[in-house]
């Protein structure tokens, strides 16, 4: 019995510590996506290049958040770093389906390409720091 009150806690944190990031970094894209706006420079092509660069950024760290979470740190594995590529693109897409629907939004297949490559990024670091 003292074993089951003892594993609830370590499990709570486990949860929190491994599963909660990537969940609110998520949560984090869903608020910014809803945003009718977001304040950027005037001149259009910084505008382009700093949105590139975020969704690259932000769907780096969102695959990096998942690859921690499934793996809990353990090697590169080719199937968790596919797992959290998955994740990370398909979230993307949905992202970018929501987008569709915020007034003074739309869906773009190269913020997606943005997202695809970020991800790619971060997790080919991974599997080049784990080799």
Do not use: C
């Not at 949860?15 to 984090?28: I, T, V």
């Not at 992202?95 to 997790?123: C, K, M, N, T």
């Amino acid at each position: 019995m003292s074993q089951a009150n003892t594993s609830q806690p370590t499990s709570l944190r486990n949860l929190a510590w491994y599963w909660l990031p990537p969940l609110a970094w998520m949560g984090l894209i869903f608020f910014l996506s809803a945003q009718r706006h977001l304040v950027g420079p005037p001149q259009p092509w910084l505008a382009e290049l700093l949105t590139k660069s975020a969704h690259f950024l932000i769907y780096a760290g969102l695959a990096f958040w998942w690859w921690r979470a499934l793996s809990r740190r353990r090697r590169a594995d080719k199937v968790i770093l596919a797992a959290a590529f998955a994740i990370s693109v398909l979230y993307g897409a949905s992202d970018e389906f929501h987008q569709s629907f915020v007034p003074g939004r739309d869906a773009s297949w190269l913020d997606l390409l943005a997202d695809a490559a970020g991800a790619a990024a971060a997790l080919w670091v991974i599997w080049r720091r784990d080799r």
